[in-house]
C-alpha cells in the first residue's frame, strides 16, 4: 500500500501508522499525520512519561514513539504549502541532518556555543621586538646620548627620519622603540606601503590633525611607514605638506638606497639614518634574551611549556650563519625549539643538528635588483681590474648564491675583457663570449665554473684601457663640437653614381693596398687633424701580472 510505505518512509512505525490510516479512511498521508500528532501531544499532555502511550492499560505494550526530527519541515510544507524557494531549503537541511548520526544530545547547544579560541601563533621576532630605544641592540651609532636621535628622545623633539639599512636589522623595531621611549604626548601609527594607498594616508594625517587640535590632551602622531619605497611619487608626494606644516613625525624604513627609489623632496625634509648590519655578537644577544624571556620568548611558542635550553654551539651557528638578520636567526631559533619538541622529552634541548636542520642553507644578504647587487658587481669588477683573482672568484661565489642570473654576470666579463684587457690580451673577448655560451648552454648550477674560470683568466691576463679610453675621449669630441659636426672629406665618400662622381665623391682617394708607402692621405675631418684617441700601449694605462 503506497500510502503505508510513504509513512513508514518519514520513520513512524508499522503499528501507528496502520492505526492513522485506519482511523482516517487510508486515502490521506496529509490526514495521517494529522491524526498520529493529534494523538502524541494528547497522549504527552496526559502522561509525563516522554515516551508517549495512548493505550492507558499500563501493562498492555506501548507503540514505539512516532516522533521523528524531519517530521515538522515535511508538515510544514504540505500545510502551508511553501515556495519553491523554501523547499529547496528544506530539502538541504534535511539532507545535511541526514549525514548527521541517529543519537546527537545536545545538538542545538552545540550549534550555539562559540568556538574555542585558537592558541596565538605570533612568530619569535615579532614577539620581541624591543619596546624602549634601551632594549634595541646593534644600533649604538644612533642611540649614544650626543647622537641624533638620543638628543630628539632627551628633548621631546622627534624630527623626521628616514631608516635605511638591510632587512632584520631593527628598522620597524626602532621606530616604535623611539615613540614609547618618547613622552606621552605623542601617539604611533604604523602603516605599511605593501597593504595601504593615498586614502590610508589622509585617513591617518586628518586623524593627527585632529589630534594635535584637541583641546583635553593635544598629542602629536608618529607616522611610520614601512617599506616606503614601493610608494610612487605621487603617492610620497602626499606626505609633503603634513611634514612641512608638523602635523606628523614622518618616520620611513626602506631597504633600498633612498637616493634611488625616494624623491628629492622627501628626502630634503628627513634626515636619513643608515642602520648597520648585525654583528654575530649582537645577534646572540638578542638570541639569549629571547631564550630566557618566559612572557615573550621562546618557551611561549612551544607546546606544553616545557623547559627550554639551547647548546651554545646552536646559538653560535645561528648566530653566524643568518648573515646579521636577527628576523632569520629569530625564526630559526623557534624553528629549531619546535623540532626539538617534538621528540616528546620533558626537557626541550635546543641541539646544533637542531638548528642546522631549521636554517636549511647559510642565509646571503643579496637582491637581484637591490643596491646589495650593483655593490657586489662593482667589487667583482675592481677585483678583476686589481689582478685579484682570489677576491675576484668570492665576489663571484657571492653573486652566485645570492641566486644572481648567470647570463648577467656572463654580459658583464664580455664588458670587461674589452674595457679593461683590450688590446693586450685580444683572446679574452674570444674567452669571456665563449664563457657566455657556456652557460647558456648550461645553465646553474653546471656553468659556475665556467664562470670561475673566465673571471680568473681575466683577473691574470695583462691590461690595457686604451681602447676604453679612446671611444670615450672621441665621443667625448663628437658631443661638445660646436654647432653642427663636419662632414665627411670629399675623399672619403663612396661614388655609386655618376653624379656623385661629378661632385667629388672620391676624389682623390689613394687606395693602401697599391699605395702601401703612402702616409700623406688623411682620414680626419679637417679641424680634427693630427688628433690622436688611441694610445698603445699606454704605460698609465697598462698592466700585467
Known sequence: MEEMNQL???????????????????????????????????????????????????????????????????????????????????????????????KRPKQQ???????????????????MRPGTVGEVVGQDHLLANNSLLGSAIDSNRLPSIILWGPPGTGKTSLARAIANSSSSSYRFVSLSAVTCGVKDIRDAVEDARRLVKSKNKPKRTVLFVDEVHRFNKSQQDSFLPVIEDGSVVFIGATTENPSFHLITPLLSRCKVLTLKPLSPNHVSTLLKRAISDNERGLSRGVTGMRRIEVDDEAIQLLSSHCDGDARVALNALETSATTASARDTALVRVTVADAKEALQCKHVAYDKDGEEHYNIISALHKSMRGSDADAAIYWLARMLEGGEEPLYIARRLIRFASEDVGLADPSALTQAVACYQACHFLGMPECNVNLAQCVAYLALA????????????????????????????????????????????????????????????????????????????????????
Not at 494523538?39 to 502511550?53: A, D, G, K, L, M
Not at 547547544?109 to 562559540?114: A, G, N, Q, Y
Not at 663612396?494 to 693602401?512: E, H, R
Open 8 to 102: 513508514l518512509s518519514m520513520g513512524f512505525s508499522e503499528e501507528w501508522a496502520a492505526r492513522a490510516l485506519a482511523a482516517t479512511g487510508g486515502k490521506s498521508i496529509l490526514k495521517a499525520t494529522e491524526w498520529i500528532l493529534n494523538h502524541t501531544q494528547n497522549s504527552s499532555s496526559t502522561h509525563s512519561n516522554p515516551n508517549p502511550n495512548p493505550n492507558p492499560n499500563p501493562n498492555s505494550a506501548s507503540p514505539p514513539t512516532p516522533f521523528q526530527p524531519r517530521l515538522d519541515r515535511f508538515f510544514h510544507s504540505q500545510s502551508k504549502l511553501s515556495s519553491p524557494s523554501s523547499q529547496s531549503q528544506d530539502q538541504h537541511q534535511s539532507k545535511e541532518e541526514e549525514s548527521l548520526p541517529r
Open 462 to 545: 695583462p691590461k690595457s684601457v686604451s681602447v676604453y679610453r679612446a671611444i670615450e675621449a672621441a665621443q667625448k669630441v663628437v658631443r661638445e663640437s660646436v654647432g653642427q659636426n663636419e662632414g665627411v672629406p670629399l675623399h672619403l665618400r663612396n661614388a655609386p653614381t655618376k653624379l656623385m662622381k661629378q661632385l667629388g665623391y672620391g676624389k682623390g682617394y689613394i687606395y693602401p693596398p697599391d699605395n702601401p708607402s703612402s702616409l700623406s692621405q688623411s682620414y680626419l675631418p679637417l679641424s680634427l687633424q693630427g688628433c690622436k684617441f688611441l694610445h698603445f700601449p699606454d704605460q698609465r694605462g697598462a698592466s700585467s701580472r
Open 109 to 127: 547547544d552545540d550549534e550555539k556555543s562559540p568556538p574555542s579560541p585558537l592558541p596565538p601563533h605570533e612568530p619569535l621576532a615579532e614577539r
